[in-house]
């Protein structure tokens, strides 16, 4: 009975989560009369002839790679200068800490809005402009401190006495770090992995403004699709869904350790 | 001891030396840049006629009616969404967790609103807003209700973009908590059970409390996020009906991006700064999470 | 958007066509849907040595420039895709490079002022959404002294006369010099769904009133009378509204003040929230120039007034339902007043920081030039010639009726009471307490007389008026 309940509130809380892309989904198949047609239609002939479109057109699969570059080299970069900070602020004590730790979160809470002309012309000095690296500095930068910081209460669950006994049996900090904690902590950096992707993969107003013809991601190239007095419904459905098969791969690769940290977490 | 603590501060500095250069480098510039540019009436338009003005720009601020009407819509939609959020994705996080069929399919279904290109989803929802060709209102009618205006009327427009914000941001809270979850030792829940407790009481007495810091970060972090919406608030409303829906951020891109007013617009995202500041430092302390619960020593 | 145009283009294309059969050719397949919005170049530089000929026949050094790169910026616009697949031509005749940036109207007007204000050099060329606010800021290249370079400009083959006079005035600024050209042409026309009108036996709305009462006539539990924008937004309301305040005696700005709070203003605005609270969709108060177009298409509303472009996506039966069966009508007018329909002209201009003026000045002659807009026009794209819009192509493209309407709405607008307004250098502190006005009148959260006096106020506030 338990079970029973349980599994209804979880079904329908993945329907709730799923119907606006089934809609999505619905509108990709549809011709442009069809998806807007009164009242809203469940039963139709599918069409394929918007995702052809997409598929045969370049500039998609150009958003697809950029984001892809993006997304993992700031997934990658972010978690490799965040990870030893957070180990850091969870693990030591020392003068500043506790404001050196809050400063890194401040990072997150100015409005971008009235940085972006000094950011661009920075960028514009560096000559980072419009390229890949440029962007996934600025990404690292934007998802730092959510890395730090969620990272940073993963080491602070991991008993801190494993730790202490490798440093007593003369391993120093670094291999400490590496050998002991790092592995413990696996499945907050899946976590922390996932979130930092989408957030790169779906960031919007700094990849519209340093990024430019060379890099154009996939959320600043979609919405091309919004024209002037008209939207291109079916191309905008259909690349919005085919561009979900990626991001599921890489999210299903990541949260291997999420369900290994499940099964074992569990208790039944 | 001295030699621990010399091989210590090199560990420190050593570790956090990539983060500092990078956040330094990166914010330092643009935040001196606007936070000099919010004393001045700077704006793009009067190219080379700069003033300094002082407490201009902040006075005008806080005499202005619609910054205090934005600052309440914003406050308003973070604690309304915020909660629904956090409530949602532990309750359903705990159950997901306690469930051993169909995991990954579930989990992939519940990140899907985190995986979708933002822009396509808003503009899904304006199309199932649409009170006369959106499929809420068919369905609406369907059950038998009155179909609604949805983001036009002034009850509604802000219900309805906590909706959106609900079904976009709880697998954030979901995600985290699941992680958080999964790192937990296993111990004390076992006891609990051993001891005869019910479901219920395991949740409230044993999950949430340990599961605290992950909820509690997961809060602060959307919180902070959810204090500065702007994307679906212009793709769905623009801040209508009126101004009942217009956020700090969206009345500071208004004045910084389509009035040129950078000063002025410095200004504003200097203020959602310091409330920022000063509620997450509240937070923090409050919950003990700015400084390390154990720490290592020799 | 990664493009480069190259010149050499699939020969397998090629038809010896003359003028008159390309430009027929042309608008047979945009009849047939051949020819998208998105354009396919193949077909329309396929007749490159043809077309190449017009070109040659102007007294301009076209070669003055070869081997230089200019990017063109712009935003997703009818403008856009019908020069995009017409640049190769451009290329071959000068030996210019260019490359597109096309962006969605939010990404452009949200990305353009960050760019130009940091002083990036590009783009070189750029459609202009403001202006006022471009000229103001420095931003904008003073075409005059190009104008009168005769290695760049002829003005016998340009032909001024053909221009719409609109076009001409609007882009001289107030210090007398022209930093833009003109590039497209709109006006506000009504457009009625005519077997709808037939059933309730109504005939074309001339006067507010009628608009009112054909509007509730019309107005059926299923479908609507009239939807016009009212977004609490400065880019929705503001522009049909604004037609609305011109029709029945109003402007929203004289000698650099406020006028919304006159009777006449604060009348129409009454009319356009009764007509849309009355004869509306429900929820009509978050309808954009979007809503109000798909409700039209998919019958859901009978009359709309708006941009007279909306007209290649009505006639389009793949999209709309209302294709064959629309008339095209002119602006409504107040009791007793002169209908003065809104208008406006899309601009493109020189980027003040460029580094290729005189190529980019090459270019703007070229596409507004006469051959190029017969091309354009024939793809659906209102231009500002005269020729352009009397040619075969561009009414088959277009629709006859749809495009005398709006020539006949366009004649009927005021230009300069429309220039006051969104020329003006804070037209965005203009519009926008204007669009929130018309919003709250529409959602009946404030009575007209209200709303517009505080508008105003806020409005001389922030023009300092």
Redo the contacts between chains.
Sequence with gaps: MKTFLRRIVLYIFALWSFFPLYWLLNTSLKTSKDALARPPTFIFKPILKNYIDVIKNNEVWGYFLDSLIVALGTTFFGLLIGIPAAYVLARFKFKGSADFGFWILSTRMTPPIAMLIPFFIMYLKLGILDTHIGLIIAHVGLNLSIIVWLMRGFYEEIPIEIEEASYVDGSSFFQTFYKIAVPLSLPGISAVGIITFLFSWNEFLFALVLGDSVVRTSPVGLYGFVGYQKIYWGQLSASASLLLIPVLFFVFLFQKPLIKGLTLGSFK | MNHFKK???K??I???M???I??VG??L???I??FI??FTDYS????GQTKFIFLDNYIELMKTDEFWIALRVTVVFTVLAVFVQVV?GV??AT??????TN??F????????????????T?????????????L??FMKLLGFE????????ST?LFSLILVDT?QW???IL??C?????????EP??AA?VDGAS?WQIFIKITVPMLY??IG?AL??RS??AF?TF?II???????????T?T??LY???H?????S?GY??S???V??II??VV??IF?RKNKL????????Q | MKKKYISNLPPSRKLNLTRRHFVKATSALVGAGLLSSYGLPIYAASNVDEMMKMYKQANIDWESQKGSSIVLSGLEHPWMSSIEPLLPHFTKLTGIDVQIQKQSESEYVAEVPVKLGAGNPTPDVYMVWSYGQAANAGWLESLDQHFDNPNLFDKNWYDLNDIFSSAKSFPIWNDGESYVMSITAEAQTMFANQNMLDAVGAGIPTTFDELLSTGKKLKSGDVAGVAMRSKADGSAGTWPCGGFVFSNGGVVIQDGKCMLDSPEAIEAVQYYGSILNEAGPLGVGNYHWYECLNDYMQEAVAIGLDSSNFATDIENPEKSNAAGHTTYGAMVSGPGKQAKPNMWHWMAGINSKSQQKAAAFLFLTWANSKPTCLMSSALGLATTRTSAWESDGFKSAFGSQAATAALTNLQNADGKIMKDCWFHPQSGEILTPFGIAINEVVTGTKTAEKAMKEATQKINKAIGA
């Design positions: 091989e210590r501060n560990f420190i050593l570790m956090l990539p983060a500092t990078l956040l990166l914010t510039f643009p935040f840049v606007s540019l919010s793009l338009l009067r190219p949602l309750v359903i159950l997901l967790h306690n469930e051993n995991i990954s579930l989990r992939t279904m519940y990140l899907l609103p985190l995986a979708i290109t933002p822009i396509a989803a503009f899904t929802f304006r199309l199932m807003f649409n009170p006369s060709l959106g499929v209102n068919y179909p609604q205006a949805w983001l036009a009327s002034p427009a079904w709880t697998p954030f995600l985290i699941l992680g958080g979850l999964a790192s937990l030792p296993n829940f076992e059970k479901s810091p992950f970060l602060l972090f902070i996020d500065k994307d212009y793709v769905l409303t623009s801040g209508g009906p009126g101004i009942l217009r700090l951020n500071a891109f208004k910084g991006i389509e009035f040129l950078m617009a410095g504003i995202a200097i959602m700064l920022t500041i997450a430092q923090l700015l400084t390390p619960k154990e720490t290592l020593k």
